[in-house]
């Protein structure tokens, strides 16, 4: 690899501070999974990286009644997929963590990292996202937070300011009676990205389905919520046809890009099924089918 | 006398022992490329040219070699002007520069090499070279490459590489992109078609792919004051880099030396130079030790399996016999030679099928050059390629003709005493047993269950590969101790060859096999082989191991005779005793040499050797795959319920071991069958990593995987053994796609088989699965 | 470039060392530390030939910067047996012959001993999932699935 220079801050401040001093030839580094990778194939050049790991306190993961899960930017998939507490309020969360990589990746790469690299075939980003999850960040004009469907703006970009550090994720309590769902589509090997994930959370009230979050992954740039199939559902009770209309409209309204995972309509004939099935799966947890 | 001619009980031979280098492989241990070093060695890297065809208008590495830790900066313009070196290389063809001179041809050519204090240096030093290209226009597909007015990319005369036999008659087509033109005919093709009743004519293609053996291309090499060159390097063909280095050098190949430790894989990879002119010019210029290790990338660069245009008619009569067969294969060959007219020559001599078919005619084997990297020798030379194309077509056949596909495979497949193509008489084949027993163990005829929603189809493929041209020579000594250590130059790329190596001398010598061990290649004292590639390195090395050990056991029974006073005649030699057959009377292999030598120290030496004789095929290695798939037809998706791999072996020497080349064979082939491209863009690969370049894991392996060895002697091998490298991997992809076709009805003519093809395939005969539950189409 | 100090423990030693910034695990451990059974087969996080425990867990340590393992214990091949012994993996993957080339073996061999740590008896599901992130190029995997099955007392030869 090429040379470069490695600060490891022990405070935030310090590290927002380093990323002012050295603008636009600084990156930070949390486990490094993406960002050795860009390196070394020379995509990335910068003369110097942040390191996040000696910033105590990042990697925290506790639940918070009002704000729900608050997960720190640097607690890896491993630590997810395996906490109790997010087993316990979110066990759809852990179960998706799972899916991401193969465990050594696992091990190392971070929540913080996985959303700021903001790869379109990411498994978090969609089921996050179906989850209403926010991404807090510390920059020099103070903290603010993000809902993840203004933080994830394009292909590998966000809206971190150049010396923001994303600090943690928060992911609301699930309402009473609402089942979520996530499922990944893998075309090359079971060893790779998702060529579509998707998500779904339903809530229900009395057996209707009082709100729907559709969303899918792996599409488009960032993560697309399937608006019109969500209000085909708002207010009824979910049957097959019902689930199938629901898939029709979710592939109807997305417009995928071609890419190394699929061309644009088998992603668009994917998106259908796949809105289908995590809806199934969704509901099959509700009525314990 | 010996154990393989009394026909006696074998000991060691057919026996699972365990492999010799397991001790130091399990504890990481083991010395490959990576472990080797030198004192004051120096790292080398290489840039490689942007741009898929151009003129080099200025090379500029001034600004580089003042790079602190930069010791040397060479570039094809360097080697030109020094004119003490040849910079021209290639085994078919000397068509490929050490560093580009003038031209580039693909993205990817090397252009200027660097040698630094250490890699950052180093890759400082290539940020710092300045090319300008002028661009040519460029060709990437073979059927493109050979259309009137393609831009032509070689364009002078080249001239043959002068090194093997089997190629003298490999010739370009002058003005064209072809290489070389390799032509085979047997009867007459049109009247064969005119008698057919049923002609049948398909196109089948095949992408570049990779070898991906875990461990990259990796050389160090230096000069000594004498002036004598050296190189540690991960070839698979130490002599025949070292005939490349000196032809470079110019000097007579004794003043080139080079080593060979563990490679970590090959498959065809590690053929014919690779890394080694570039280290070796480095090392050369900068008379210091150059250790040049090639990046993933650069090795998806260097060296690809031929992507194949496979166009084939064929003639039937109603009862399923051929009658006429018309092949025309295109191997876009990249941007040079390489051994491609090897390739197209094996793909021509296999490319008809392992089938009696009276008209053959196999007039258009064309290997071209594109724009791309070079291709060369993959595991299973061509066979791979064309099998995808000739066993779908005897499928299609048998479901025009309503017969069932395995009997119309042992209608028209070749049996002992049938003729091959060039007049040779086929025996010992087994293939007709491996295609009954492989059919038999995916319970042929029965038909599939399938889960509903899915569905579910088998299918099953034959091949016939033959060894290919070459010499083997083998040394045995036996020293004072009892102990054995066999010279050759096979190289340990993880096939077993020095365990199997081991067990046919131990056996032959009447040692305990842990007694016997393995010189590794190093060519200033181990003896000529001309590769280990092409399954050869049982039969053929194994034979001339076999030989040297005979020589060696003879020569210790006379001086045992001798000792024991008794007649070579009575005498046996089992676990390391020469005993008089039937009494007590014995002396340990160890007392034989010192008694001989009336001293502590003594070695009594045998020699052997192997080569095939030309053009002709000597002998036939055969193959079935059989296959269960299931297919989502919402999705797309093919998963593989049970693949089974059946070769004929001849004999295990070691079953373990056999078993193992055939899973790795057959989990090779679903790779090349679901995921495995090469995808560019203009030139350009965009898949140079594991993140877009997708090998079988763990997890895409088939719920059931199971191997069968049949064992049809073949009479020149040893112990019967035939070679088995190679042959699982040709019959998967072909399998596969016939399951395919037995599932769902839709045939694919392109590798590989994704999810997508298959569902758009399934669409356009109308067979896709619903969308929603209504079915949105 | 100002250079990285380190301390850490690496097959049970202590061990401090100054490596420059850019150095990853898997390059501090063969160069520096002459450690060469850690192998590189992609580099980018894939096929796992570099798979060393870290705090006994595994991680890619082509992915790893050297100063990331500050403070931390490193397991590698050469530091799994135990007074000279094989450790139980290495044993059930040389009796099982579960490599060709060798260059997967010992990061298959280091995920194996992680998930028998995590899961005593593995179903085969549950080795397929867990050591999926193991490319073998050579064997067709089936001896390596039996070999860590060995050690559960499941396959036997
Ligand atoms: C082999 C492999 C397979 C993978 N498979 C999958 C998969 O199946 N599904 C999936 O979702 N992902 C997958 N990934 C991606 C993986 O999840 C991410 O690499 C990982 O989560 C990134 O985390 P990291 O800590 O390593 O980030 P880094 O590589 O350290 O950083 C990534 C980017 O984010 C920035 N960054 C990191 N942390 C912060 C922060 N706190 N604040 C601001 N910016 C920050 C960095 O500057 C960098 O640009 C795979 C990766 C690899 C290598
Ligand atoms: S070398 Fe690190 S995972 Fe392949
Ligand atoms: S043994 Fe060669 S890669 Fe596994």
Known sequence: ?289 | MSGEGMGMALEIVGQSVPRSDGQEKVAGQARYMDAIDLPGMLVGRVLRSTVPHGRLRRVDAEKARRVPGVVTVVTGESLRRDGRLNPYYGPALLDQPVLAIDKVLYVGDPVAAVAAVDEESALEALDLIEVEYEELPAVFEPLDAIAPGAPLLHEGELKPGGLFVDLTDVHPVPGTNICNHYVMKKGDGEAGFRHADIVIEQTFSIPETQHYPLEPHSVLAWVDPSGRIALYANTQQPFIVRAQLADIFQVPPSHIRIMVPYLGGAYGAKCYPKAEPIATVLAWFARRPVKLTFTREEVFLTITKHATVVKMKSGAMRDGTLVARKVECYLGTGAYAEIGPRVSKKMGTNGAGPYRIPHVQMDAYCIIYTNKPPAGAFRGYGLPQVTWAFEQQMDTLARELRIDPVEIRLKNLFVDGDTFWYGERLNALGLRECLLKAAAAIRWGEPSQALPGKRRGKGLAIMLKTLTHGASIAFVKVDDDGTAKVLTSTVEMGQGSDTVLAQIAAEELGLPVERVSMAHPDTDFTPFDDKTSGSRSTVAMGKAVLLAAREARERLLELAAEQLEASVHDLEVRRGQVRVRGTDRALDVAQVVRAHFRSKGGTIMGRGEFHTKLAREEFWFAAAGAAEVEVDPETGEVRVLKYVGACDVGKAINPHLCQQQVLGGAVMGLGQTFSEEMVYDHGQLLNPSLINYKLPAFRDLPAQLEVILLETPYSEGPFGAKGVGESAVPPVAAAIGNALVDAIGVRLYELPITAEKVLKALEEAGGAGPVGAGGAR | ?157
């Open chain 1, 1 to 289: 690899m090429r040379r470069f220079e490695l600060l490891m801050p022990t405070s935030l401040d310090e590290a927002s501070r380093l990323l002012r001093e050295r603008e636009g030839d600084v990156k930070l580094i949390a486990g490094g999974a993406s960002l050795l990778i860009l390196m070394k194939s020379g995509v990335y050049q910068p003369s110097c990286l942040v390191s996040l790991q000696r910033i105590p306190g990042l990697a925290d993961v506790h639940f918070d009644p009002g704000e729900g899960l608050r997960i720190g930017a640097l607690t890896t998939h491993r630590v997810i997929e395996r906490s109790p507490v997010v087993r316990e309020r979110l066990p759809v969360l852990s179960e998706m963590a799972r899916m991401v990589a193969n465990v050594r990746i696992r091990n190392t790469g971070t929540i913080g990292g996985n959303l700021c690299q903001a790869d379109s075939h990411a498994d978090p980003p969609p089921l996050l996202l179906a989850l209403g999850a926010r991404v807090r960040a510390k920059g020099g004009k103070g903290t603010r937070t993000i809902p993840l469907e203004e933080f994830l703006l394009d292909y590998y970009q966000t809206a971190l300011q150049p010396d923001e550090v994303v600090t943690e994720v928060a992911v609301p309590p699930l309402p009473a009676g609402s089942t979520a769902a996530y499922l990944r589509h893998t075309v090359r090997s079971a060893e790779d990205f998702p060529c579509i994930g998707a998500a779904a959370v339903v809530e229900w009230q009395d057996g209707i389905c009082r709100q729907v979050r559709l969303v899918l992954g792996g599409v488009a740039a960032v993560p697309q919520r399937a608006r019109q199939a969500e209000a085909l559902a708002r207010g009824r009770s979910l049957t097959e046809p019902l689930i199938g209309q629901m898939a029709e409209a979710a592939a109807e309204e997305v417009e995928p890009i071609s890419d190394f995972y699929g061309s644009a309509w088998y992603k668009k004939r994917m998106a259908g099924v796949f809105a289908r099935r995590v809806l199934l799966v969704a509901w099959a947890q509700r009525t314990g089918r």
């Open chain 3, 1 to 157: 470039m100002t250079p990285i100090e380190l301390s850490l423990t690496v097959n049970g030693e202590r061990r401090a060392l100054t490596v420059p910034p850019q150095r990853l695990l898997l390059e501090m451990l063969q160069r520096d530390l002459h450690l060469t059974g850690t192998k590189e087969g992609c580099g980018v996080g894939v096929c796992g030939a570099c798979t060393v425990l870290m705090d006994g867990r595994p991680v890619s340590a082509c992915l790893v910067l050297a100063a990331h393992a500050d403070g931390h214990e490193v397991t590698t091949i050469e530091g799994l047996g135990r007074d000279g012994q094989r450790h139980p993996v290495q044993a059930a993957f040389l009796e099982w012959s579960a490599f060709q080339c060798g260059y997967c073996t010992p990061g298959m061999i280091l995920a194996a001993t992680a998930l028998l740590q995590e899961h005593p008896a593995p179903s085969e599901e549950e080795i397929r999932e867990y050591m999926s992130g193991n490319i073998c190029r050579c064997t067709g995997y089936m001896d390596i699935i039996r070999a860590i099955q060995s050690c559960t007392g499941g396959a036997k030869r």
